[in-house]
């Protein structure tokens, strides 16, 4: 397999972009990729592109040739990728294999969602959608619902805290606040998420992440080409995917996501680095207990001990392992298909040192994790300099 | 619902949303829940046949839902659990006859038959299998 290297990155803003529509979004995040990795638009062989539902938040499918049209970047291959809220870092991972395989030198992977042209009830019915609609969904289940079981379960297995929860909105709101591109660049307290409207107990509404416009893209490289376009490449190396049952209640364990374990091991495996190499890392916290049990699946922390951890500050920025940097699906936004594109982005720029007041001292090595819907689809990606 | 359906769609799932009708491998006993018509474990070697669940299980997990989904705002706020039936297979389903702080993990409850939602004012009426806790 060939080397393969991250040479550019770029992010649209993440918030509510009424002026703007799927096209300009992507297009936003695409050009500030091509500019920062210094190609031109002849450089690009193909394109990966992560959506959730463009066809039910904006009607619109055939989203591939959809990007690569808004690009001006016909006619070159452009494949959408779909695997729920892990469409992004799906479509990062086919665009990994692409260049690992050495089909490619040089592709985009790309993530957008549109997703406030739809009323909130509207968002809500379509992210269902990532979830068991005939067994889940039938019944009365929201996506709030499944991981507000998750937390109830973990509450129950290993003493987890409301309180433990909520500090992990805090920390993360905590990193938006030095992110100009989050959609909440603002701290929150432990009392404010505690006494949020509830959403499906124990989950309130700052344990949630928010409904986001935004896109994300990423230039992968071949080892051969990459030298050409920058001196500071950020290595791809490791890359794991895996599944799991499409309904919670399927699992044997359901506090453990066995997809990210699986993936992580992969991961690790190939990049060959352990959990306790990793010093800055984006992980899936679409609710704040989901953080908590990734940092156990990614073995930070050994199982039940999330929460703990997360409230003596294991996780803070520049403590033992600074997760969440950009502030996180909760506090940067949660634009489905565009989050697990924006991860990479993220550690990207952290191992380039262009993260700013929220830059990680000494951040050599980064990790990646996404989870399509309530874990039947996981997606790692380890970083180096 | 969400997602209008088809007549066939609700008609095709009655056997197991109104009596819990499932599948069970003969070859390792394991109970399958919506019913699988392999088994993950024994694969080729399993051999699948009809088997109706007692509807008798525990909470293994459960919340209390503020934000319903659209369909379901007349039952809410609504408890929706995990069921671990006694045969094995966990389920997701509304707890009813009961108020939020009498559920715990572990108690006992049974299946009842009941209307699950409704496809608006002038749509199709949605009927399934809901559990309480059994009586003593
Ligand atoms: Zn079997």
Redesign the interface.
């Known amino acids: 397999m060939n080397r393969v290297a991250v040479i550019g990155v770029g992010m649209s803003k993440f918030g509510e972009h009424w002026d703007m529509g799927f096209r300009e979004i992507m297009a936003e995040a695409a050009t500030k990729a091509v500019n920062d990795a210094g190609i031109t638009g002849k450089d690009i062989e193909a394109i990966y592109g992560g959506t959730m539902s463009a066809g039910r938040f904006v009607g619109q499918e055939h989203v591939g040739a959809l990007i690569a049209d808004a690009v001006g970047l016909n006619p070159i291959p452009s494949t959408r990728v779909e695997g729920a809220c892990a469409s992004g870092g799906l479509a990062l991972r086919e665009a990994y294999l692409a260049v690992a395989g050495g089909h490619y030198d040089i592709v985009v992977a790309g993530g957008v969602e549109k997703m406030t042209d739809v009323f909130s009830e509207q968002a809500a019915i379509t992210l269902g959608g990532a979830a068991d609609q005939e067994w889940e969904v039938f019944q009365g289940a929201t996506f709030p619902t499944l991981y507000a079981l998750i937390a109830r379960r973990h509450m129950e297995e290993y003493g987890t805290t409301e309180e433990q929860m909520a500090r992990v909105a805090v920390k993360n709101h905590a990193n938006a606040s030095k992110n100009p591109l989050a959609q909440f660049p603002f701290e929150i307290t432990i009392d404010k998420v505690l006494s949020s409207n509830k959403i499906a107990e124990p989950l309130k509404l700052l344990d949630c992440s928010p409904i986001t416009d935004g896109a994300a893209a990423v230039i992968l490289a071949s080892e051969k080409v990459a030298r050409k376009f920058t001196d500071t490449p950020v290595w791809i190396i490791g890359s794991g995917q895996a599944s799991d049952t499409l309904a919670l209640h399927d699992r044997k364990d359901i506090c453990t996501l066995n997809a990210t374990v699986v993936a992580r091991k992969k991961a690790m495996k190939q990049a060959n680095v352990k959990p306790s190499d990793i010093n800055v890392a984006e992980v899936h916290d679409c609710f704040t207990i989901a953080e908590i049990c990734a940092v156990e699946d990614l073995g930070f922390v050994k199982k039940g001990e999330g929460g703990k951890a997360e409230e003596e500050g294991m996780f803070d920025l520049n403590s033992d392992i600074s997760v969440n940097t950009s502030g996180g699906l909760k506090a940067c936004g949660h634009p489905v298909g565009a989050t697990g594109v924006k991860q990479a982005v993220e550690i990207t720029m952290q191992l380039r040192g262009e993260c700013g007041p929220r830059q990680v001292d000494k951040a050599e090595i980064g990790l990646t994790h996404n989870v399509g819907g309530s874990g039947a689809t996981a997606v790692v990606h380890i970083f180096s300099r | 619902?969400?997602?209008r359906k088809s007549l066939s769609m609700i008609w095709r799932?009655i056997p197991e949303r109104y009596r819990l009708e499932g599948t069970r491998c003969a070859t390792c006993g394991r109970y399958f829940f919506?019913p699988r018509s392999f088994c993950p474990d024994c694969r080729r070697k399993g051999r699948i046949e009809k088997a109706t669940l007692s509807g008798k299980g525990k909470v293994?997990?459960?919340?209390?839902?503020?934000?319903?989904?659209?369909g379901?705002e007349r039952?809410a706020p609504?408890i929706?659990?995990?069921v671990e039936l006694d045969e094995g297979p966990?389920?997701?389903?509304?707890i009813v006859d009961a108020e939020?702080n009498e559920i715990a993990?572990g108690m006992p409850v049974e299946m009842h038959f009941r209307r699950?939602?409704e496809d608006g004012e002038t749509g199709i009426i949605?009927y399934?299998f809901k559990f309480a806790p059994i009586k003593a």
């Open positions: 619902m969400p997602h799932r919506p293994y997990t459960y919340t209390v839902v503020h934000v319903p989904l659209e379901f039952y609504y929706l659990a995990i966990k389920i997701t389903a509304q939020p993990i699950v939602s949605h399934g």
